[in-house]
Nanobody, 115 residues
Framework: QVQLVESGGGLVQPGGSLRLSCAAS????????MGWYRQAPGKQRELVAYITSGGSTIYADSVKGRFTISRDNAENTVYLQMNSLKPEDTAVYYCNAKRYPLNYWGQGTQVTVSS
């Protein structure tokens, strides 16, 4: 069992930055693929980025060059650094941990980009 707790969301102006954190507990964090997803009102949940146990990363085209995912296995934490934020980045952001066949979600943190 893995418990995921996100933090770091909030209200930011366009062009601003936020860093989301996801603290994991309960299992061997380093063996999981960790990801960030987001869901805007009226839209499906979508992948933002993920990072493998070996440190390889994948990003959605919409965030490439602006967002950076990283992990600290010693602290059981995954981060999402978000720069140059746009209003269309507004969504609830969810942390995800996968290790087949296991799949865990956090409760989500709201990110609002507005002037």
């Amino acid at each position: 069992q893995v418990q995921l707790v996100e933090s770091g969301g909030g209200l930011v102006q366009p062009g601003g930055s936020l860093r989301l954190s996801c603290a994991a507990s309960g299992s061997i964090f380093s063996t999981y693929v960790m990801g960030w997803y987001r869901q805007a009102p009226g839209k499906q949940r979508e992948l933002v980025a993920y990072i493998t146990s070996g440190g390889s990363t994948i990003y959605a085209d919409s965030v490439k060059g602006r967002f950076t995912i990283s992990r600290d296995n010693a602290e059981n934490t995954v981060y999402l650094q978000m720069n140059s934020l746009k209003p269309e980045d507004t969504a609830v952001y969810y942390c995800n941990a996968k290790r087949y066949p296991l799949n865990y979600w956090g409760q989500g943190t709201q990110v609002t980009v507005s002037s």
